[in-house]
């Protein structure tokens, strides 16, 4: 009796559509990605424990270790300079949620330049949203 | 006569082999490049006031207020640990308070670092507290 040929199948991976998934799935990381405006390197953000999670926001204030004044990553030589900027971005915007500013500061600058950038922000119209870590709390015995 | 060369028929397709390599070091670099972390931190909108304002503020209503002044914290001009403090703030039921009654004057006086101020904001802001910086004078 002639026994049926078999047929072998070649155990290759489709590559074909490989091209298009990679694509996809760059097209949805760009989408998604938020680009870091500022340079954060030389800000250590206070520690506070009643902190709670802050979704992103478009305009960003900064100062770092050495005092040096960031507006959207951007340094800037005053705080006259950040509430133009701040005020300009939040042109036509009643929404307290729509008028937050970010905020970050290096814990150890000193209150002679951080107090007028927060009245800077203010007198634009801005909330403060002030970036920093959370700390736990000490344990009570 | 000799015959022109038959030219030789080139392949026009688009090299794609290499596409997907392309496309997976691009997925590549979007994945170490984008934050994944969440910012933390209190939201305030803060009212400024000047000395006299202030002056004028503790005088004709009894606004509480909190100085930083050579390291130390004082609530209501008497000096209180950031532990005491919380407990203060918490007592004045501040969330349930509207207005300018919710407002609480935040002053520092001399060298202060952002840590002690933030600290001292964040409490008032936990509280249910409207922080007004109190800015000093010329």
Not at chain 1, 37 to 60: F, G, Y
Not at chain 1, 70 to 75: D, H, V
Not at chain 1, 101 to 113: A, I, L, M, S
Request: proline share 5%; glycine share 8%.
């Amino acid at each position: 009796m002639k026994l049926p040929k078999t047929r072998r199948v070649t155990p290759a991976v489709p590559l074909a559509s490989m091209g298009d998934i990679a694509f996809l799935l760059t097209i949805f990381f760009i989408l998604t990605s938020n680009f870091a405006k500022d340079d954060t390197r030389k800000i250590k953000p206070p520690t506070a424990r009643e902190l709670e999670q802050m979704e992103k926001q478009n305009v960003s204030v900064s100062i770092d270790s050495d005092g040096g004044m960031f507006f959207n990553g951007r340094p800037v030589a005053s705080p006259a300079t950040i509430e133009a900027g701040v005020a300009g971005f939040l042109t036509g915007k009643k929404d307290p949620k729509d008028r937050m500013v970010v905020f970050r500061c290096d814990q150890g600058v000193d209150k002679k330049v951080f107090e007028p950038v927060l009245a800077a922000i203010s007198k634009a119209g801005g909330v403060i949203a002030a970036v920093g870590e959370s700390s736990q709390p000490p344990a009570r015995n | 006569m000799p015959f022109a060369r038959r030219k030789e028929k080139r392949d026009l397709d688009i090299p794609t082999d290499s596409v997907s390599d392309i496309a997976f070091l691009l997925i590549i670099f979007f994945i170490l490049t984008t934050t994944l972390s969440k910012l933390s931190g209190f939201t305030a909108e803060l009212p400024s006031a000047d000395a006299s304002q202030k002056q004028a503020a503790a005088t004709d209503t009894k606004t509480p207020g909190v100085q930083i002044a050579g390291g130390k914290l004082l609530f209501n001009e008497q000096e209180v640990s950031l532990d005491t403090l919380r407990d203060r703030l918490l007592d004045l039921q501040l969330g349930k308070k509207e207005g300018q009654e919710k407002v609480v004057m935040l002053e520092a006086a001399g060298a202060v670092d952002y840590q002690t101020y933030y600290q001292a904001m964040a409490a008032i802001s936990a509280a249910g507290g409207v922080v007004a910086i109190v800015e000093e004078g010329e």
